[in-house]
């Protein structure tokens, strides 16, 4: 067994500076640490239980077959401050049939974000 003792997500935006904007401003995404100088820098980001690193660039944008997954306590207060800092939402906040409230939204490169609220009544939330 791998022994992991921390974990992180790493993003290489097409435009760094674009993309530490919208992490960081537009989805309010507060800061663990820099490293590096300049427009090449990277910046890790937290993520609840994990982290975000952007760090590098690309040529291309992201698969599509790769998404965020982001658990916030109200969906529709996200979804009403995303829209005020104007964040492109894919779909708007509705409840899904297995139960969890799922909006979308996209990032400058195009990674789909889903912001997820686990209801107080669903199973994963649920303790009798």
């Known amino acids: 067994m791998v022994h992991v003792l921390s974990s992180r997500t790493l993003l290489r ?43 590098g660039r690309s040529g291309i944008p992201p698969s599509p077959a790769t998404a965020l997954w982001l658990q916030v306590p109200d969906a529709e207060e996200a979804h009403r401050e995303l829209r005020e800092r104007g964040v492109e939402v894919l779909r708007e906040p509705r409840r899904e049939p297995w139960g969890l409230v799922e909006m979308w939204v996209t990032d400058p490169d195009g990674l789909r974000i889903a912001l997820v609220e686990v209801p107080s009544d669903h199973p994963l939330r649920y303790r009798p």
């Open 13 to 55: 935006p097409t435009d760094p500076e674009r993309s530490r904007r919208f992490y960081g401003e537009q989805l309010g995404l507060a800061v663990y640490r820099v490293f590096g100088t300049g427009t090449e820098r990277g910046t890790v980001y937290f993520l609840g239980g994990g982290f975000l690193e952007l760090s």
